[in-house]
Structures are given as C-alpha cells and as structure tokens.
C-alpha cells in the first residue's frame, strides 16, 4: 500500500509500520511462489517418470532410481503443504500480536498517543485506523494465500502422499476460516492493547487468547452442521465413505439409545453376550462427507466475524471510558 494515496491516520500508520508491512509482504510473497515452484517442479518430475515407463506399483529393473525420486518429490511437496497449512493456522496470532502490542499497546505505554490525539484526531478516529488499515491489508493478504493453498492442496490430491480437507493444518488454511481467525484476533489484539496498555503483556495475552480460541472452535466444529448418520450391523463389512470425516460412532440399542463405541470393551463377558445384555443390534457412525466443507467453513467464520464485531465494540466502549 502507497503512502502517497493515503491521507491523514492511515499515512501515519502505514509509514509507523512501513518496515513491518515490507517484511510481511515479502516473505508471504516468497512462501506463495515456494509452493507454486514446488508444485510446477512435482508436476514436471511426475511428466518424466510417466514418460521413462516406470510404475510405481510394479517396479521393475533399472526403474528403482526413478521410482525413489519420483516419490521422494512427491513427499516433499506433501510435506511443504503441512507446513505451509500450519504457518496459515499460525498467521492469525501473529497478527494478532503485532497489533496488540506494537501498534496500540506500544502508544499507550509510552504515550505517544497523545501527539496524535492533539493534531486534529480523536481517540475514536486514531482507533477506527488502528483497525482500517490492518483489516484491509489482512483481508485481501490472508484471502490470497488462502486460495493459494487451495490450489496447491488441490493439486496436491493427485499425488501418492494427500491430505485430508478435514485435517487441522488444511482446514484451517483454506475457505473462509484462515480470514475469520484473522480478524477475530486483529480485533481481540486492538481490545487487549487498550486494556493492558503495555506492550508485551498484551502479546502475551493475545497469543493466550487464540490458543484457547482454536481449542474451543475445534472441539465443537462437528457440531456446527447435522452430521449424516449411517447404522449398519457389526461384521456386514460396511466401509467408511471416502473422503469423510468421523464425527463420531458407537452402538444403538433396539430402543434407539446410543451407547459409546467401548461399552463392551472392558466388559468381562463374550462381546456377543455383552451386545446382547445391552440390547445393542447395531453400529452408527456420523460424519461429514467432503460436501460439508463449506457449511462448516461459513457457520465457523460467521462465529468469528460475530466474536470480533463484540471485540470491536468493546475495544470503542474502554476508549470512550477512558479517554472520552
């Protein structure tokens, strides 16, 4: 972002953090064509061995060398995704820290605020652009890299080492969600700065915060949509849809109750006795297949973006008490 098509606040926030920005942009830049120069080279690799006649199934003399570099390719990519996808997670404390501590907290503990506040600008207006400028600059930077990743994970799928879309690392760095995590901690970040006012404490907290954030999200996201269920009897050689995620299975009784998947487990009779005894007559299983990325991606973001409007307007209700 220009200084010079910037005006008034945001030209002093930007040029405050210019360095900052500069890094940031640079290394999201370098991370983007890491992964596009590591799929371009996987996808040249894979053309040579389909070329050379090789099979990775059915090796035969003279193909071993090729076979093990072709895998070895492939695995590195599947690796780079891993990490790529958990760097994305990662990005939302970050940036949760950064405007915590040095963007507000660091004004309020050494007061240089005040200079600000005595040229024309009102605490409300020094705070909307605390938060206008990140917010826009997160947005369309997060969005980027998040579709970024989508294409890679998608190409990646045609590979012999794949990821899951329900995998943490590959949910949380696609869709909607990496954007939502986003702003939710920019806006806690800017409400913890204001509380704390110091500029490490705040950090602290901000990164304390989004642990426990992610936690919650993650142990309630099967929840946020109506999984399908399928009931089946044990031995009928029922298989797992492809591509879904467990959300959860155990057994039913003949009265419909739902019993754990270890009821019998630890029970000191025959596990045909103990099914019996129970009244169990069959299994369930609930999941979510591949078409519930989507609905859960939206239901989780709109639960972020709710959580950071209510950080908002907090962090403009602790302005106005303390500052007017």
Request: hydrophobic residues 45%.
């Amino acid at each position: 972002m220009s200084t010079l098509s910037l005006r008034g606040p945001a030209r002093v926030v930007v040029r405050q953090h210019r360095r900052t920005l500069w890094t940031v942009g640079a290394l999201a830049l370098a991370g983007i064509a890491t992964v596009v120069g590591a799929y371009l080279w996987t996808a040249s690799v894979s053309d040579t061995f389909a070329d050379s006649g090789c099979s990775v199934e059915n090796t035969v003399r003279g193909c071993g060398d090729s076979v093990r570099h072709f895998l070895d390719t492939e695995f590195r990519f599947y690796r780079l995704l891993t990490y790529a996808g958990l760097v994305t997670m990662l990005l939302p404390a970050f940036i949760g820290m950064f405007v915590a501590g040095p963007m507000i907290g660091r004004e309020l503990e050494s007061g240089t605020y005040k200079l600000s506040w005595t040229q024309s600008t009102s605490p409300a207006r020094w705070l909307s652009t605390k938060l206008a400028v990140p917010a826009v600059l997160t947005l369309a930077g997060v969005s980027v890299m998040s579709a970024v990743y989508a294409w890679a994970w998608t190409q990646g799928n045609d590979t012999h080492y794949t990821l899951d879309w329900y995998d943490p690392e590959v949910y949380g760095a696609m869709g909607t969600v990496p954007v939502g995590y986003a702003l939710c901690m920019l806006a806690f970040g800017a409400l913890v700065g204001l509380v704390l006012q110091r500029t490490v404490n705040a950090m602290i907290v901000t990164v304390i915060g989004y642990s426990m954030l992610v936690m919650a999200l993650n142990t309630v996201r099967n929840d946020l949509w109506q999984a399908r269920t399928d009931t089946f009897t044990a031995g009928s050689g029922y298989r797992f849809p492809h591509g879904a995620a467990d959300a959860g299975q155990g057994w039913l009784t003949s009265g419909g109750t739902r019993l754990p998947a270890d009821v019998c487990l630890n029970s000191a009779a025959d596990l045909t006795d103990c099914l019996a005894a129970k009244g169990i007559t069959l299994r369930y299983l609930d999941y979510h297949p591949a078409s519930h990325f989507w609905p859960l991606q939206l239901v989780e973001t709109g639960i972020l973006l709710v959580l950071a409007a209510a950080a908002v307007a907090l962090a403009f209700r602790v302005l106005r008490r303390r500052h007017g």
